[in-house]
């Protein structure tokens, strides 16, 4: 059975870090080029990070050089570093292995004072 299971999601201000973790299981994750999406509301579900079995990553603009996308693949887990949290990053965040087309159920990121 195939599971991707999101945690670290919370309530912070603005400024501050999170990291979401998503531990898997059920697929061979170490082949899977993995993701981090986020839907906020009113909002269609957009790319945050990716990163390939390899460990090349790549961004969206809006979360260059604040967000950091990681693997473990001893773990079959991957993490995304969140810094300097705005506002505008509310939203779910989901877990992706692309190249299975698996999904996690999702966190929530609420950033506010």
């Given at each position: 059975?195939?599971?991707?299971?999101?945690?670290?999601?919370?309530?912070?201000?603005?400024?501050?870090?999170?990291?979401?973790?998503?531990?898997?299981?059920?697929?061979?994750?170490?082949?899977?080029?993995?993701a981090?999406?986020?839907?906020?509301?009113?909002?269609?579900?957009?790319?945050?990070?990716?990163?390939?079995?390899?460990?090349?990553?790549?961004?969206?603009?809006?979360?260059?050089?604040?967000?950091?996308?990681?693997?473990?693949?001893?773990?079959?887990?991957?993490?995304?570093?969140m810094?300097?949290?705005?506002?505008?990053?509310?939203?779910?965040?989901?877990?992706?292995?692309?190249?299975?087309?698996?999904?996690?159920?999702?966190?929530?990121?609420?950033?506010?004072?």
């Amino acid at each position: 059975q195939v599971q991707l299971v999101e945690s670290g999601g919370g309530l912070v201000q603005p400024g501050g870090s999170l990291r979401l973790s998503c531990a898997t299981s059920g697929i061979i994750f170490r082949i899977n080029t993995m993701a981090w999406y986020r839907q906020a509301p009113g909002k269609q579900r957009e790319l945050v990070a990716r990163i390939t079995s390899g460990g090349s990553t790549n961004y969206a603009d809006s979360v260059k050089g604040r967000f950091t996308i990681s693997r473990d693949n001893a773990k079959s887990t991957v993490y995304l570093q969140m810094n300097s949290l705005k506002p505008e990053d509310t939203a779910v965040y989901y877990c992706n292995a692309i190249t299975t087309g698996f999904w996690g159920q999702g966190t929530q990121v609420t950033v506010s004072s």
